[in-house]
């Protein structure tokens, strides 16, 4: 039998409701964010102010979305962290044209969330192989641009969307970028394990020279426990959570250590990213956002607009 709701839709829909819903939901604008002149979406009019680390994290998701998603780029890995949320941001005020026909792929609950909300186009990687363009956050980032992931849990499906992107970009602020990992980012090597292993992989992690205290006093090696539950943080996948802090000689070398826990039975995937970032944006406190790239080239932007200018970097044709 029909609910008094669906009685309700139906007589809303033949009222003529549904001419009025097919006219506006294609090109539903998020309230508070107005069309420009020419028809883009600022984030929001005026940006607001932030405090300094989160405007650099804002900073530093709008340029690298201006510098490598434009109109040819159809497949868009959305990654996670606190300076994602930013990167949606600056991605919807591109406007409806750029991304009606696009399709967005979350690492993680969060980013899931955030696609949805944007009102973007959800994807998952079982349907793309193949990404265009993923862009994402980091704990840190060394002077190769490689980087420790998975402080929020998510390095198993970030690295999947990573390796399967063309372009791998990483947005943070001006605190994660080190010379060395492990330098900033002193809670360990995030390693997700299947659960019934943990306790095997802590004696192996241990062996391999992972101390149970740092020199601090702080605990280090550990099964990651949750703030607000009775036990460990289980990941989206199901898995447990070993935070690993290694000696700083062994973090200078972070691709063999990468290769040498991987290997270790019952690691489902490490939190080391190594040789995949094109580039890294660091957004600083007076406004200008650090870019460091493949290639050791290192460039600096003094400011980013407030409106993105879109384009097709094949050809430099704006949007209509």
């Keep these: 039998m029909p609910t008094p709701a669906a009685e309700q839709l139906k007589a809303k829909l033949s009222s003529g409701a549904a001419a009025e819903m097919k006219a506006t939901n294609p090109a539903f604008i998020p309230p508070t964010q107005p069309l420009t002149p020419g028809n883009q979406l600022p984030t929001s009019v005026p940006l607001p102010v932030l405090p300094a680390v989160e405007s650099a994290k804002r900073l530093a998701a709008f340029a690298a979305v201006d510098r490598h998603i434009g109109l040819q780029h159809k497949v868009i890995g959305i990654g996670s962290g606190s300076t994602v949320p930013y990167v949606v941001d600056r991605i919807v005020a591109q406007g409806y044209q750029a991304n009606k026909d696009r399709v967005f792929l979350p690492t993680g609950f969060q980013s899931k969330e955030l696609i949805i909300k944007a009102g973007l186009t959800l994807g998952d990687v079982d349907q793309y192989a193949r990404i265009d363009v993923t862009i994402d956050g980091a704990d840190e980032v060394d002077n190769d641009l490689n980087s420790i992931k998975g402080g929020g849990a998510c390095q198993l499906r970030e690295k999947v969307l990573a390796e399967a992107a063309d372009t791998w970009v990483i947005v943070a602020d001006y605190r994660k970028n080190s010379h060395i990992l492990g330098t900033t980012w002193t809670q360990g090597i995030p390693i997700e394990v299947a659960p019934f292993a943990y306790a095997k992989v802590l004696t192996n992690l241990s062996h391999m020279g992972s101390p149970h205290k740092l020199p601090n006093g702080k605990p280090g ?73 493949n290639d050791g080239s290192v460039d600096k932007i003094s400011s980013v607009p407030n409106t993105p200018e879109l384009k097709a970097q094949s050809d430099g044709a704006a949007i209509p």
């Design 221 to 293: 090696l550990s099964l990651r426990m949750g703030k607000m539950k009775a036990g460990p943080v289980v990941s989206d996948n199901g898995n447990f959570i070993i935070d690993a802090p290694f000696p700083e000689e062994m973090m200078k070398d972070p691709l063999d250590l990468l290769h040498r826990i991987k290997m270790l039975t019952g690691v489902v995937e490490v939190g080391l990213f190594c040789n995949m970032a094109k580039a890294a944006y660091f957004g600083n406190e007076d406004g200008t956002v650090l870019i460091r790239s």
